[in-house]
Structure formats: structure tokens, C-alpha cells
């Protein structure tokens, strides 16, 4: 399996942590990426808001560059997954728009690469069997939520590859991993994205909401597939309990952080010091990982 | 009460409805979209009473509204609606008219992060979020804001000072200088 790797702004900033685990857990399984040569901004949550046409110039620029290397693209973030996905749909949907992109770009042709989504690759594809296989730590039932967001589930014809209301497949990994997911009602529910820099009042709302709900029904750990997600409800966490009085001490787990314990890495390999809730209290107490 | 529409309010409605490529008179005002809505608590104005306005032809109390620019874009009410109407999509048309309008007042600082998202990237062909935080906090006047979040992520080297090169920047910058001005569709 290979695939154009477009890592997205996040990824080489606040996501480090995410893209040093899927480079860690993608060699255990052998699967390759290639990083897009000189990808550029896909326009993620501004661009569409105040010009459409750029939010698919600039994603179909790395489609189109992506469709150079002849490998379908695979995206971690899920805003970028998000954006290129809408982009490319529009540019397959939309003749006059596509013509009009691709002269301008200089290319020709239709396009005829995917935009997968991390989650969708190693869960589904690669599949819970073939990691199972290559599992050496277990989880020890660890019980988590899983924490999927709004982006690789709306608008869900084009960009949704499970259930858009109830998700499962983070949830079907955990469990494989030997944790615990646990039911709740909130996998879909708005974080409040980017306005964490431009409206943070209204994000500390909604993500103390979401870590209320997901300590309330005995989570220990969250699990997400979005920088945005883990952004808020990491790094923000301090402020929320401030605000709102309340403790949470919730850490914010990429899934290939996890997925990454399983396979025996650890926590240079997996980025665990660089989450602002440290995960190692919990992991010791657990006896998953020692520091 | 009977409302009478004139041609110019019905007119505009009609702009917004080609922009999202929907007829969106189909709304019969069931409010699902407010419902569902994770931001309604922050909004003067319900989704559900942005698309009646729209359909009335009231663009000024529609583009000047708090609620176009507090919408996340979450896709929540798209997903919902029962006439398949794309709430999400006239919520971007919204904002879009307002902005080339230079309507931007009622929510200035969301306004102004979105430019300078696209400058930063236009700059350096992908995001610094370093920069776009120092400069969007220097011109919201909130020059510390955000500081010990800010150096808690640096020391953890989740903050960068500079953006790795890319070689085909001066072409991409020629990209985004000719259509910055976004007078077409997308």
C-alpha cells in the first residue's frame, strides 16, 4: 500500500505529535507514503468563507500534483481531508469549474484520484485483522469515547466512509487494541474549529461540554483523528476547567497514539510528551506504559 | 399577516439561491437547523430566520447579522434539513456577499482571522500558526493573548518560528495574488 502523503499546515505545528505517530505506526505496518512535493495550504476553514473559488484552486493544485505521482492522496487532518474531498468532488460534478481550474493550474485531464481520509486507510482498508496480527500490548480495557467531529462526517454524501450520526470505526479499533470505548452521544458534535483563535469564548463552551459529557459517562481518555479536536480539547483543557470549575484531566489521544502503545512504541516515537494533558499519569496507573 | 415581496427583495433572494445552486423557498420553517445548531446559543438571529429572511429578500438584516459569521460550518443543519436545502452553503454565500461588500462590522475579528489565514498562507504557502496568532492578536489590540498557551506550545516544538521553504512558492504566491480578490465562483 502507498499513498500521497499530504500532511497539512497542522501536522508541522500543533498536530507534531499526530504526524510523528503515523510516521512511527506506518512503518510497523508497512505502509508507505509519499509526501506530496511542495503541497501547499489547502485553504482549510478560511478560504471557503470568504472566497469559494480559492477553496478549490488551492486544494486542486494538490490534487492535481498528487494525481502526477499516480497514488491515491491520504490526508490526516480532517479539515484538509474535508476541503480536498469537496474539491475534488466539485471539480469531478462541476465541468465549466474544472475547466476553468485546470487552466488556469496548467493541466489537463480529469480527476481521477481518491482523497482518503488516515482513518478510513488504516481502519478499513488495512484493516483491524492485519493489525491485530501485529499487536504486542494490550490496552488493559482502558475506557475511552471516541471523538470523530464534524469534518470526515459532514456533508456526509461526499466526505462520510462510516455511519455520519454514529460512527463506529474508531470505536472498533480501540476495542481491538484491548481498550474499552464507550457509548456516547456527542461523536459528531462541533468542537468549534478554528474560532478557538477568534471566538474562544464559544469553544470553551462547547468543549467543556463535550469533556463534561465524556467524563460523566466514565471515559478516562479521549481518542480523536482531527488536529482541531485535539487542539481545543487538549491544549484549552486548563482554561475550560478554570472557567467552568471543573477537573477534567482527560488526555487527548491521537489514534495512532494508541494504536502506536499497541504496537509496542513508545513515547518518542509517539509524541506522548508533547500532549498538554500529560497521558503518562494514566498509563502508569494502568500499567500500559512506564515513562 | 400577508406579506407582499417586491422584485427587488425577490431578486436578491434569487442571487442567493443561484450562488448555493438551490431554490431555497422550499424552507417551510421547521427549525430543525436551529435545533440541531451547536452555535444557536451565541446567535442573534437562528439559522432557521436567516434562510426567512433570505427568502423575504431582507439583505441588509441578513448580511449584517451576527449569526453568518458565528456559523462553524459544521455541516450539522445541511445534514438534517428535511428540504435538502444546504443551510451550511447559504451561510458561506452570506458571508461571502457581506465580505465583498466590506460588510464586516458586526463580527470584525472573525472577519479579519479569516484574511489573515489566507495572507499568512499567501506569504509562505502554508500556515504559521505563530505568525497568524501574533499578527491577528496585534491587530485585535490583544497583544498577549493567548501568551502562556503560546510558550507551552513553543517549548513543546508545537509552535514554529519559520515555515520550511517551498520551492514553487513564487508560483503559488502569482496563484493566490491573482485570485485573492474572489469575484468567482467556486
Not at chain 1, 489514534?255 to 498509563?283: A, C, I, W, Y
Not at chain 2, 492578536?137 to 517549548?155: I, M, V
Amino acid at each position: 500500500m502507498k499513498f500521497a502523503y499530504y500532511p497539512g499546515c497542522s501536522l508541522h505545528s500543533t498536530a507534531s505529535d499526530y504526524a510523528q505517530s503515523i510516521t512511527a505506526v506506518f512503518n510497523c505496518l508497512h505502509i508507505e507514503l509519499e509526501e506530496i512535493k511542495d503541497w501547499t495550504c489547502c485553504g482549510a476553514s478560511s478560504a471557503h468563507v470568504l472566497n469559494p473559488f480559492l477553496s478549490t484552486l488551492m486544494p486542486a493544485k494538490d490534487i492535481w500534483q498528487a494525481q502526477r505521482m499516480g497514488l491515491d492522496i491520504l490526508a490526516p487532518c480532517a479539515a484538509c481531508y474535508n476541503r480536498l474531498r469537496l474539491a475534488a468532488y466539485k471539480l469531478k460534478e462541476k465541468e465549466k469549474l474544472r475547466r476553468r481550474v485546470a487552466q488556469i493550474l496548467k493541466v489537463d485531464g480529469l480527476i481521477k484520484v481518491k482523497v482518503r481520509h488516515i482513518s478510513d486507510v488504516v481502519i478499513n482498508e488495512y484493516g483491524l485483522e492485519r493489525i491485530s496480527r501485529h499487536l504486542v500490548k494490550d490496552l488493559k480495557g482502558l475506557p475511552v469515547v471516541c471523538y470523530y467531529g464534524c469534518l470526515s462526517a459532514r456533508p456526509q454524501k461526499i466526505v462520510a466512509f462510516d455511519d455520519p450520526v454514529d460512527p463506529q470505526y474508531l470505536d472498533r479499533l480501540v476495542n481491538t487494541l484491548g481498550g474499552k470505548s464507550l457509548a456516547w452521544p456527542l461523536k459528531t458534535e462541533c468542537c468549534g474549529g478554528s474560532f478557538s483563535i477568534s471566538k474562544k469564548e464559544m469553544v470553551l463552551k462547547l468543549t467543556y461540554e463535550l469533556l463534561s459529557w465524556a467524563k460523566d459517562q466514565g471515559a478516562e481518555a479521549v481518542v480523536v483523528d482531527c488536529p482541531l479536536c485535539q487542539f481545543n480539547l487538549d491544549s484549552r483543557q486548563g482554561e475550560i476547567e478554570r472557567i467552568y470549575g471543573r477537573t477534567f484531566s482527560l488526555p487527548i489521544f491521537y489514534f495512532t497514539q494508541l494504536l502506536g502503545l499497541g504496537l509496542g512504541l513508545g513515547n518518542k516515537e509517539l509524541g506522548l510528551e508533547k500532549m498538554n494533558v500529560s497521558p503518562f499519569p494514566l498509563l502508569e496507573e494502568r500499567n500500559i506504559l512506564k515513562r | 399577516m400577508k406579506i407582499i415581496l417586491n422584485e427587488e427583495a425577490l431578486k436578491w433572494a434569487k442571487e442567493v439561491s443561484e450562488m448555493i445552486e438551490q431554490n431555497i423557498a422550499g424552507c417551510y420553517q421547521c427549525g430543525k437547523c436551529t435545533a440541531g445548531c451547536p452555535l444557536a446559543f451565541a446567535m442573534e438571529i437562528p439559522p432557521h430566520e436567516i434562510i426567512r429572511l433570505v427568502q423575504l429578500g431582507r439583505r441588509e438584516e441578513a448580511l449584517n447579522s451576527h449569526t453568518i459569521w458565528l456559523c462553524a460550518s459544521c455541516q450539522t443543519c445541511t445534514s438534517r434539513c428535511p428540504k435538502n436545502i444546504d443551510i451550511a452553503g447559504v451561510m458561506d454565500a452570506l458571508r461571502v456577499l457581506a465580505y465583498r461588500q466590506g460588510q464586516t462590522r458586526t463580527e470584525k475579528e472573525i472577519a479579519l482571522f479569516h484574511k489573515l489565514f489566507l495572507k499568512t498562507v499567501e506569504r509562505y504557502g502554508r500556515i504559521n500558526d505563530l505568525q497568524l496568532m501574533g499578527r491577528y492578536n496585534l491587530q485585535t489590540g490583544r497583544p498577549f493573548r493567548d501568551f502562556w498557551l503560546g510558550q507551552k506550545l513553543f517549548r513543546k516544538g508545537k509552535l514554529r518560528l519559520t515555515t520550511p521553504p517551498i520551492k514553487s512558492l513564487p508560483e503559488f504566491q502569482e496563484l493566490m495574488k491573482n485570485y485573492r480578490e474572489g469575484e468567482e465562483e467556486g
